[in-house]
């Protein structure tokens, strides 16, 4: 299998490597416009300056999508087109309405895989909250309460497109707040139906937003809070789903930057009669990051096995996609603002 990958910053480089490290694959293409970059990419692939030239001139079977979300889902289609496998980075497009078009474009191409990075499902403490939810030992998911914050929009020395609209589409609840819904929607598999929200850009002064307050429910009668904060100075990731015997509290993530604290699962059991509100609880901390490795894995055994994905499809990310877009609508100013003409 030959692969390319598009954009080669910090997630393509991390894709590269766990590509190497967990598949037979071959990276023979890279493209990045930054020529700077070009030095840190093995002399054995070939170099394109654009994901388009890329995509129609590269003998690759495969590609790998790390662009800045106004191309993501331009770079999807032409591959999907072009009869590639794609694995395609969250966000998987800047809009709701880009994304339904790479959707009725896959729709075309049924023998090709379509993925979506929704890195944080491939985390042992999820895998085994998912687990736990899943035996039903704990009852029924009855509300999830998540908070997913860092202390500025760009960081780690990255280009500033994040903060324009325009470019992103979003601020932190489409570049970051995306993985926390995806995991509460995965975790509870409910789909959130009634929607409340605050969004404010009121400290960044971007016109993407730095906070957003959310709560919602589903028909099901599930509740869920999220907090997708840039004026978290304190780095933070935290995540409660609360049961009817118990419930997780998954604490920290282990990430590239090493900020958001140790990784956790905590299992609370309750026992109503005996407890007085200071129930058991079980803390396991996982040590090792293996999300990325497992991520690819999965991808390689779709490939392989011609199976269908079912963790990170199209499917999801239209879903969790459809759900910023009402996040965002739910606030009347950002509404009014940003969406009067939609």
């Known amino acids: 299998m030959r692969v390319g990958i598009a954009g080669y910053g910090v997630v393509g480089k991390t894709r590269h490597a766990s590509i190497i490290k967990n598949t037979s694959y071959q990276v023979t293409t890279v493209s990045e416009k930054n020529k700077k970059v070009h030095s840190s990419i093995p002399d054995s692939i070939q170099i394109f300056e654009d994901y388009q030239s890329l995509i129609e001139s590269a003998e690759i079977d495969a590609i790998f999508i790390s662009l800045p979300n106004q191309f993501a889902a331009d770079a999807s289609i032409r591959a999907l087109k072009k009869g590639l496998h794609v694995f395609c980075e969250k966000p998987p497009a800047k809009t709701l309405t880009e994304l339904q078009e790479v959707q009725k474009i896959s729709l075309q191409y049924p023998s090709q895989r379509l993925m979506y990075g929704f890195n944080h499902r491939f985390h042992l403490s999820v895998e085994k909250a998912k687990s736990i939810i899943a035996d039903k030992t704990l009852g029924r998911v009855i509300n999830l309460r998540g908070v997913y914050g860092k202390s500025q929009m760009i960081s780690f020395n990255q280009t500033d497109w994040r903060t324009k609209r325009e470019d992103s589409g979003g601020g932190i609840l489409l570049d970051q707040g995306i993985h926390m819904l995806d995991l509460i929607r995965y975790l509870s598999a409910e789909n959130f139906t009634e929607v409340f929200s605050f969004i404010d850009n009121a400290f960044w002064n971007f016109d993407v937003e730095d906070n957003a307050y959310v709560l919602m429910k589903s028909a099901n009668g599930v509740v869920a809070q999220l907090h997708s904060s840039a004026t978290q100075w304190r780095h933070v990731f935290n995540l409660e789903i609360t049961m009817e015997k118990g419930s997780l509290i998954l ?40 999300s990325w490795d497992n991520e690819i894995k999965y991808f390689s055994d779709s490939l392989q096995n011609n199976s269908p994905i079912l963790r990170g499809n199209i499917d999801d990310a239209i879903e969790t996609m459809r759900l910023i877009e009402r996040i965002y609508k739910a606030d009347p100013i950002w509404r009014d603002k940003f969406y009067a003409d939609k």
Do not use: M, W
């Open 251 to 290: 604490g920290g993530l282990l990430t590239g930057s090493k900020s958001y604290g140790d990784e956790t699962l905590t299992i609370i059991t309750a026992d109503l009669e005996k407890d007085n509100g200071v129930p058991h609880e079980n803390i396991s901390q996982f040590n090792e990051d293996v």
